[in-house]
């Protein structure tokens, strides 16, 4: 079951991935490349080159999940994040997956803790 909602913390992984990685590599590239934890509970989004195939590794109650999606035609966006930051948020995660850019995207300020 697809269990990431808007309350998930998501981080971008900004090099190219490898998609023939698994769950041990990519646990690795959190570790040695991000300095978190793949059991934190954060969701890490990994892209290829060709930007069309993603994985999200996230960690549920009782152990990993990996959701991955390969794009028949066409490409996944860039996501819209400050520069020298890897946070990302749903909103621009979910127009990632849909193949949707924003070309002005213009944030009305919202309370976040």
């Not at 490898?18 to 300095?35: A, I, S, Y």
């Not at 959701?67 to 909103?91: A, D, M, N, V």
Request: hydrophobic share 40%.
């Amino acid at each position: 079951m697809f269990a990431l909602t808007a309350a998930n913390r998501y981080e971008y992984y900004a090099k190219p991935c490898d998609m023939r990685k698994g769950f041990d590599t990519l646990c690795g590239l959190v570790t040695n490349e991000l300095g978190r934890k793949a059991t934190c509970g954060d969701v890490f989004v990994f892209i290829n080159k060709a930007r069309n195939t993603i994985k999200l590794l996230h960690w549920e109650v009782d152990g990993l999940v990996i959701y991955h999606k390969r794009l028949e035609k066409g490409t996944f966006g860039h996501p819209q994040i400050q520069p020298g930051q890897s946070t990302i948020r749903w909103p621009e995660l979910v127009l990632m997956l849909e193949g949707i850019t924003a070309t002005k995207l213009k944030r009305k300020p919202r309370f976040l803790l």
